[in-house]
């Protein structure tokens, strides 16, 4: 069986920058998981005395928070700082782009829709950024229900699927004068989405590498079952079944923005191993 991985996978731009940032502030701890891998959480841990604190209130003055890549709610921020712990700041760029915008827009007048998880910490962090309304939509089937002004700015998170946030675009367009849109959907995310699609039309089994609670790994894997019905979300080498190969001529392997090469490379080490008799 042929075992291929697709040209544009894993690590982004933000998610090295911020595991760097965590090696370099050993004895620390990161505020929410700095990443969607807990594997790769578990290994900053072992090898870097990088701990967890899902509690804001466990910071004390003096002692080392680094911020996730998906940022955190503005006062949250601020708190931190009146506390006088050491802020290390490891929010990707790309995220500190929509709340900058959030923020600005507001402060013009402007409501503001974000595309987005509710749910999510990177649009938890972006909306605290608003300083009048902000509405969060999944869909552009939601946009009707919004109570919005004339003036209206819209940001997306920023693994989100570009033909989804056209939709909603275009329907704010029909009903709106002025709409001002910022295409907040990183360049990592089209390049990997992108090479997805490729590959799953050609591949007769996807393997997607990932966190479960990744959502540019989920949005992957549902661009993936687009091309290829035999596509899979699996976290590690551990969660491979024998049975998906059986069969099968071409395995295309993708991988999310916060999916390590050591873990990719043990996936296909795996896969080569179930692949063969």
Not at 1 to 18: D, P, Q
Not at 47 to 53: E, K, M, Q, Y
Not at 110 to 115: A, E, K, N, Q
Not at 165 to 192: G, P, W
Request: net charge negative; proline share 3%; glycine share 6%.
């Amino acid at each position: 069986m042929k075992i291929e991985l697709a040209e544009s996978y894993g690590f982004c731009f933000g998610v090295k920058r911020a595991i760097k940032i965590a090696e370099e502030n050993k004895n620390s701890a990161t505020y929410g998981p700095l990443i969607h891998n807990s594997n790769e959480i578990e290994r900053l841990k072992r090898d870097f005395n990088v701990a967890l604190s899902e509690n804001l209130e466990n910071f004390k003055s003096g002692d080392t928070a680094v911020i996730r890549t998906h940022g955190i709610p503005k006062e949250e921020l601020a708190l931190l700082h009146e506390r006088k712990v050491d802020v290390i700041d490891a929010t990707c760029p790309y995220v500190t782009k929509p709340q900058q915008i959030c923020e600005e827009m507001s402060n013009q007048g402007y409501d503001i829709v974000i595309f987005g998880d509710e749910l999510h910490p990177e649009i938890k962090g972006v909306k605290s950024y608003a300083t009048r309304r902000a509405y969060v939509i999944n869909s552009a089937d939601e946009v009707d229900a919004l109570a919005l002004r004339e003036k209206v700015a819209v940001v997306a998170q920023t693994t989100r699927r570009i033909e989804d946030y056209q939709r909603i675009v275009a329907k704010l367009m029909i009903s709106h004068k002025e709409v001002r849109v910022f295409n907040t959907i990183c360049n990592a995310t089209f390049d990997n989405q992108d090479a997805v699609r490729k590959i799953a039309k050609e591949a007769d089994v996807m393997i997607v590498i990932g966190g479960k609670n990744s959502s540019n790994t989920k949005q992957l894997y549902s661009i993936s079952l687009d091309g290829c019905s035999h596509s899979y979300h699996i976290e590690s080498e551990d969660d491979l079944k024998r049975e998906w190969f059986e069969g099968k001529k071409y395995c295309g392997i993708s991988a999310g923005a916060s999916t390590p090469d050591w873990i990719i490379h043990a996936v296909i080490e795996s896969i080569k191993a179930l692949s063969h008799p």
